[in-house]
């Protein structure tokens, strides 16, 4: 999924390589057209700021209670 073709409203995460090159998951919190930039929560639950170059394997969110 394109980063551009999001909806609002519901929920997306992405792949991303964190500081030390391992990639990660991180949930979509913002996204910032103008500037090229989301901003996400990673798994350790800290927001960081990428550039859309930064991400890629966009895709939605089935939250679960289990």
């Known amino acids: 999924m394109n980063i551009q073709d ?12 964190d500081s030390t ?5 991180g949930v979509i919190q913002t996204r910032d057209i103008e500037n090229q930039r989301v901003k996400i929560i990673d798994p350790n639950n800290v927001e960081i700021v990428l550039s ?15």
Not at 21 to 25: A, L, N, P, R, V
Not at 52 to 60: A, N, R, Y
């Open 6 to 17: 999001i909806l609002p409203g519901n929920s997306y995460a992405c792949k991303y390589l």
């Open 21 to 25: 090159g391992t990639t990660c998951i």
């Open 52 to 66: 859309f170059e930064d991400i890629w394997d966009v895709d939605t969110v089935e939250w679960s209670t289990k």
